[in-house]
Nanobody, 115 residues
Framework: QVQLVESGGGLAQAGGSLTLSCTVS??????????LAWFRQGTGSRRELVAS???????SYAASVEGRFTISRVNAEYTVFLQMDNLKPEDTNVYHC???????WGQGTQVTVSS
């Protein structure tokens, strides 16, 4: 079955950086043809879209992370990345990757930013 495994979370100081990775395995579909995204927990049970990347490489970001986070992908490695720079305490959250439009989610990786 399809599995998404995130890594790279941890503890960082405000102003620091972390890089998250999400690798997909078990996919019978073309990874390169799918839009990918990173989410984090929003208000209540809703997940907030942080960043997404289309098959053509075009990216979009939440206003709260624009200019600080960068999403990228390496199709040959079935991996999507989230480079997180100039981290703020409000970025503390569990980050999940997702194949957009699917029910496939990673288990999440914890990011904690201290002030």
């Amino acid at each position: 079955q399809v599995q998404l495994v995130e890594s790279g979370g941890g503890l960082a100081q405000a102003g620091g950086s972390l890089t998250l990775s999400c690798t997909v395995s078990g996919a019978s579909f073309s990874f390169s043809s799918r839009q990918l995204a990173w989410f984090r927990q929003g208000t209540g049970s809703r997940r907030e879209l942080v960043a997404s990347i289309k098959p053509d490489g075009s990216q979009s970001y939440a206003a709260s992370v624009e200019g600080r986070f960068t999403i990228s992908r390496v199709n040959a490695e079935y991996t999507v990345f989230l480079q997180m720079d100039n981290l703020k305490p409000e970025d503390t959250n569990v980050y999940h990757c997702n194949i957009v439009g699917s029910a496939y989610w990673g288990q999440g990786t914890q990011v904690t930013v201290s002030s």
